[in-house]
C-alpha cells in the first residue's frame, strides 16, 4: 500500500523524533586550565610574531626595515603587524600628518615584554654559548656594570629555584575554551633569521606553544603521560612528538616507573629547571596584561613566605632592568647582517 505525501512527512517526523539522544548532542568543546602563560605563550611561540617583536626592541619600527632585517615575505608581514596591533603589543603611528603610511611602535604592554627577553637571553647564553657569552654584552645604565640579569622575588630580592615556588589558586582560576593557536609553519631555523640570538636560541629550543604549557605543567608537578594528557586535553599523537622533541634537545629525561607495559616518567632535566624563572617572567606578564586584575596563579616564595612577583634586576646593582635602562655591545659584525643597528648600541665590538 502506497503512503500519501502527508503520510510520508508524518513518518519522516515520527523516525526523526525516535534518534538516540546521543546523536542529537553537540560536540563537547575543549577546555583547558586558565593561565596567564597560556595567553602569553600564544604570542612568543610564533617565529614570525617573535621575531617582529625582537626587532622592535632593536629599534625597527618601519614596515621595510622589518622586511629588510628578517628577509620575510610582505603578506606575512603584514599579517603578524596587524595581529600584534590587535594584541595591544604595537601600535600604529603617521610619518607625519601629510603621509598615509605608518610606524609600528611598541606600546606599553610591548615594552613590559622585555624582562622577558632578558631572562631568555641568559638562559641561551647559559646553555647554547660554549664561551658562556651570547651574541650581546648586556650594559645596565644605572650602575654602568656589564649585567647578567636575573629572575627574583619581588619581596625578598633574593633569586629562586622551581623548588623554592609553591603555586596557590588565584582569584582567576578555572577553565575556559581552549585558545586556538596563531597559524605558523615552522622550521627549526626559523627563530635564528637576521642576526644571531640567544633568544632565538631559547624560544626555538622549546618549540610551540603546546611545548611551553608541557613544561609548565612540569613545573605544577605533573611527571607522567596520562597525567599530561589529562590537564591539557592534548591528543596522544601530538603529546608524544612533543615530548621526543623535548627529550632530544635536552629539557626532559625518560626515568621507567613501571615494567609490564613499560611506563615512563618524564623529568626536567637541569636545562629544563633553569627554564623556571623565564616562564615565571611570561607568567608575570599575562597576570598584569591578560587577566583583568584576576591572576590564575598565585606564587608563594618559601625562602620568605610571601606572595611575590617575579622580577628581572641586574645582577651587579640589583635594580630592576627595563628597556630604557639597557644597551649592549655586539660580539657579532653588524654589517654580515640585514638587520636594524639599535641606539641602544655602544659603538664598537667586544
Sequence with gaps: MRLSVAAKEKAAKSSKKKLPVRERQKPTLATERRCSIASTV???????????????????????????????????????????VHEGILRESSYSDTSSRVEYKLTKAGIDLYPIFMSLMQFGDR???????????LIHETCNCVSKPIVTCSCCEQRFSARDVTYIDGPGTGRIAAETPWPSRRTADDFMRGRPSSVSRAIEVVGDRWSFLILREAFYGSSRFDQLQAELGIATNILTDRLARLIDRGVFRKKLYQDAPERFEYILTPMGADLHGSLM???????????????????????????????VVCNRCGK???????????????????????????PGRV
Design 42 to 84: 600564544g604570542i612568543l611561540a610564533d617565529p614570525w610574531a617573535f621575531l617582529v617583536l625582537r626587532e622592535a626592541f632593536f629599534g625597527a619600527k618601519r614596515f621595510e626595515e622589518y622586511r629588510s632585517g628578517l628577509e620575510i615575505t610582505r603578506a606575512t608581514l603584514s599579517d603578524r603587524l596587524r595581529r600584534l
Design 127 to 137: 646553555w647554547f654559548e660554549t664561551s658562556k657569552s651570547g651574541p650581546l654584552q
Design 281 to 311: 617572567m611570561i607568567m608575570a606578564w599575562g597576570d598584569r596584561w591578560r587577566s583583568q586584575g584576576r591572576p590564575p596563579m598565585l606564587l608563594r616564595h618559601e625562602a620568605c613566605g610571601q606572595i611575590f612577583t617575579p622580577v
Design 320 to 346: 630592576a632592568i627595563d628597556a630604557f635602562s639597557m644597551k649592549y655591545r655586539m660580539r657579532y659584525n653588524p654589517d654580515q647582517y640585514g638587520g636594524r643597528k639599535s641606539s641602544r648600541a655602544v
